[in-house]
């Protein structure tokens, strides 16, 4: 399988981490399928790398941890 992965840039990167340095909640915008985005609010809690590709580990209201890829998230801001 070919990694595809497309890097975001610093200035985003440290964004998330500054989310999630500081405990907030975002609201997420990916891309799951070509046709298919999900927008949900999330509380971010890491950043990890696996497989070449950066991820943003997040957690819903409900409590379900998800993984997004982090060139899949199409807008993310601060909820508040």
């Known amino acids: 399988m070919s990694n595809d ?3 975001v840039s610093c200035e985003v990167h ?3 981490e500054l ?11 990916w891309q799951v399928q070509p046709d298919n985005l999900i927008t949900e609010i999330l509380k971010p809690y890491d950043l990890i790398t696996s ?3 950066e991820f943003l580990l997040v957690q819903s ?3 379900e941890d998800k993984k997004i890829r982090l060139d899949k998230i199409i807008e993310a801001q ?3």
């Open 78 to 80: 601060l909820f508040i």
């Open 51 to 53: 497989e070449g590709s």
């Open 61 to 63: 209201a409900s409590g």
């Open 19 to 29: 989310t999630i340095m500081r405990g907030q909640q975002l609201q997420i915008t």
């Open 5 to 7: 992965y497309k890097p």
């Open 14 to 16: 440290s964004e998330y």
